[in-house]
C-alpha cells in the first residue's frame, strides 16, 4: 500500500481538492495500470497463500482490460519501485524480468525490454528518478543510473552513469544534467 500511496501521490498538485483528485484517479490511465500493477504484484509476490492465489486469476483477466484500454503493460512480475508515474497513455510496455527504482517517470510509446544473443536475453536495470521521454526505447542487459533523462525517440543500448542526460539513435550522453527539472515527487 505504501507503493501504490507514493505512486498516486505523484499524479496530485498541492492544493487539489477532494473533487480534482477523485476526478483524476477516474480519468487518468496510468493510475489504472499502475493499481492493477501493484494489486497484481503483491498477488504474484505472495501466491503461497490462498487469497493471492484466487485473486491472481481475476487480476490477470482485468490486467488484459486495462491493458486494451490503455495500451500500458506492467507485468505483474516487473519489479518497479514506488512513486511510479506514467504521464500518458499508450503503448507502454515493460519486459516481464524489468527492475525499476523510485520515482521514476514513464511516457507514451516507451518500451523496456529483453535484448541479447545467443539465446542469452537480459532486461534492464533502471535507477531511481529516471526521466523516459516519449518514444525511448531500451534493450538489452544494461544498467541505467539514478537521476537519468533519457530523450525523445533514443534508443538506449548502452549503461548510462548516474546524472546522464542521453538522447538520439543510438543514445548518447550529452551532458550531466539529469533528471531534477523532469522528476516532481511532492515531498
Not at 120 to 132: A, D
Request: hydrophobic share 40%.
Amino acid at each position: 500500500m505504501d507503493y501504490l500511496r507514493e505512486d498516486i501521490k505523484r499524479y496530485f498538485r498541492k492544493n487539489d481538492g477532494l473533487l480534482s483528485k477523485t476526478k483524476k484517479i477516474i480519468l487518468t490511465q496510468g493510475i489504472w495500470a499502475t493499481i492493477v500493477y501493484r494489486a497484481g504484484s503483491w498477488c504474484h509476490q505472495n501466491k503461497s497463500q490462498i487469497w493471492p492465489r484466487i485473486i491472481l486469476p481475476f487480476l490477470t483477466v482485468f490486467k488484459k482490460m486495462v491493458e486494451i484500454m490503455t495500451g500500458i503493460d506492467l507485468p505483474f512480475t516487473a519489479r518497479i519501485g514506488k512513486g511510479l508515474y506514467i504521464g500518458h497513455f499508450g503503448c507502454i510496455i515493460l519486459g516481464s524480468k524489468t527492475v525499476m527504482g523510485e520515482y521514476c517517470n514513464i511516457s507514451n510509446e516507451n518500451t523496456i525490454g529483453q535484448a541479447g544473443r545467443n539465446g542469452i536475453q537480459k532486461t534492464p536495470v533502471i535507477g531511481n528518478r529516471v526521466y523516459i521521454a516519449p518514444g525511448a526505447k531500451i534493450f538489452g542487459g544494461i544498467t541505467i543510473g539514478d537521476n537519468v533523462a533519457i530523450g525523445a525517440n533514443s534508443v538506449v543500448t548502452i549503461d548510462l552513469p548516474d546524472n546522464a542526460v542521453a538522447v538520439g539513435i543510438p543514445a548518447k550522453i550529452i551532458n550531466f544534467k539529469g533528471s531534477q527539472d523532469f522528476i516532481v515527487t511532492n515531498k
